[in-house]
């Protein structure tokens, strides 16, 4: 899920709405049809494209794969379940997914475990600085300096460049380039 938000450029409502049958796998890539997205004011729908990686164990592609196969999953359910936190406290190897697209407290715990063991900070370190939105940004940084910004504005599905351009982070580096042009 982390990674997926990530490279998807997805907000928690995006999430929500990832249906089985509507992910569909290539070899080179995957591609999630949401039916809805919140600024989809005609309600078309939009198609987000994630490429397959290289690196197996964190290539979104590869996981969204073997989380459908393992899960046995049919019909129109959520790709990304809730789960009862009380069975998955007392038996975490048969938790069972519960059919239903993951409550944003419970995403925003994933998220928040995530973080931590990636970056090694406290429980209350991580909360205080990051949310699911920040998958989001941090993935719309990422890619924001190798991508077309057409491209990059298309896949976060943002209407105008205004709202693209909030989800980008300059580094010091990038933000000394423009006067560095300049001969300073």
């Given at each position: ?9 997805l ?5 929500k ?6 992910v569909k ?10 039916i809805e997205?919140k ?7 939009d198609v987000?494209?994630i490429a397959?990686?290289?690196h197996r ?12 196969s393992?899960?046995g ?7 990304f379940?809730g789960?009862d ?6 038996h ?7 059919g ?19 970056t ?7 909360q205080?600085?990051?949310g699911?939105?920040?998958?989001r ?7 924001a300096?190798?991508?077309d910004f057409?491209?990059f ?8 460049a205004?709202?693209a ?6 580094d ?12 300073n």
């Amino acid at each position: 899920m982390v990674s997926t938000m990530w490279t998807g450029f997805l907000r928690y409502k995006d999430m929500k709405f990832v249906w089985v049958p509507l992910v569909k796998f290539y070899e080179t890539h995957m591609e999630m049809l949401l039916i809805e997205r919140k600024n989809d004011q005609f309600r078309f729908g939009d198609v987000v494209y994630i490429a397959r990686g290289q690196h197996r164990p964190s290539c979104p592609v590869f996981l969204c794969e073997t989380l459908i196969s393992r899960g046995g999953f049919t019909g129109m359910v959520n790709l990304f379940q809730g789960w009862d936190g009380r069975l998955a406290r007392f038996h975490p190897d048969t938790t069972p997914l519960n059919g239903r697209h993951m409550e944003y407290p419970q995403c925003r715990a994933v998220v928040h475990k995530f973080l931590q063991r990636t970056t090694g900070l406290s429980a209350a370190e991580v909360q205080t600085r990051w949310g699911t939105q920040s998958l989001r940004s941090g993935g719309a940084t990422t890619a924001a300096k190798q991508v077309d910004f057409r491209l990059f504005q298309q896949h976060g599905a943002w209407h105008t460049a205004t709202s693209a351009h909030r989800y980008i982070l300059d580094d010091t580096e990038t933000r000394l380039s423009v006067t560095r042009c300049l001969g300073n």
